[in-house]
């Protein structure tokens, strides 16, 4: 019997143990976002204009959603000509404000 149960407490133990580390590590962490409402048609320099007014800066945005191929279409460039360039509802890149990166999401209103 006292085998089993050090048995018992050693498999919990271990499985506390396990369970640990993916915690500190963040595994289940939430991603800092910035939702901005947008009524009608904008297009990226608007939406630049609002984001710095807001305090935003570093601000990276494209007119392509992130996929499995290319997770960080921010990375590739900009939009050539960010004025005649709209957004859309959804994702659309990202800013910074106070040295923490967020995503810039567009709602409709």
Known sequence: MRFSTSAAALAAATLLGLAQPAAASGLFSRVATV???VSGPESQAQ????LTAQGYDNIA?????PTME????ELMGHAANAAQTPVHAGWNGVAQKNGQTVQVYVTRS
């Open 35 to 37: 939702q901005v409402p």
């Open 47 to 50: 939406l630049a204009a609002q």
């Open 61 to 65: 945005l494209v007119s392509a959603y």
């Open 70 to 73: 290319n997770p960080h279409p």
